[in-house]
């Protein structure tokens, strides 16, 4: 399965290319993540938890970022293996250029999955496919975007789980 998609995101291009790089980011991104721990230049560990159709799998595996073009672009690429219910690998090919309003950031998505998860049909898991990547770049989109009003007092964002522009608002940008 492949797709390809673009995003506007009000933000700069550094701050999207530090995002990118970011652990803590990409686990509150990918959906279903559990932990996520290592770097960029050795990988990360992953433990991801996801239900397509009637399979529900623990799948544990690792992400690389790869063919990195500092402030441009790069790949991210997963693989894991979740037991009986077989396994899911796939990746993006990320671009970023800077725009009036901040940064387009443009994506190429592909995916294949094996085993018992393989048997659910090739309609199901494109859809499924499809959701997931979405749902990671609006996360992304949203954690990296500056909230559109003032932001929380420190009660109010001390009290609340990340919102829209958490990561932004750490780095002070």
Do not use: H, N
Not at 115 to 132: N, P, V
């Amino acid at each position: 399965m492949q797709m390809s998609d673009t995003r506007e995101i009000a933000a700069p291009t550094d701050i999207v290319w530090r995002a990118i790089l970011d652990a803590e980011v990409l686990r509150a991104c990918i959906p279903g993540c559990e932990s996520l721990s290592g770097s960029v230049e050795e990988g990360y560990q992953a433990v991801v938890k996801q239900k397509v159709g009637p399979v529900s799998a623990t799948f544990t595996g690792v992400v690389q970022l790869s063919d990195i073009v500092e402030g441009r672009s790069l790949r991210i690429s997963g693989e894991g293996k979740g037991g009986v219910a077989g396994f899911a690998k796939g990746g993006a090919d990320m671009v970023l250029e800077p725009t009036e309003g901040g940064t387009r950031l443009s994506y190429t998505v592909d995916a294949s999955v094996g085993g018992k998860i393989a048997q659910l049909g090739s309609r199901i898991i494109d859809g499924f496919a499809r959701k997931l990547a979405d749902e990671f770049f609006t996360r992304f989109q949203e954690a990296v975007e500056g909230p559109e009003q003032e932001p929380p007092t420190e009660a109010e964002a001390a009290a609340e789980a990340p919102k829209k522009g958490w990561f932004k608002r750490m780095i002070g940008g």
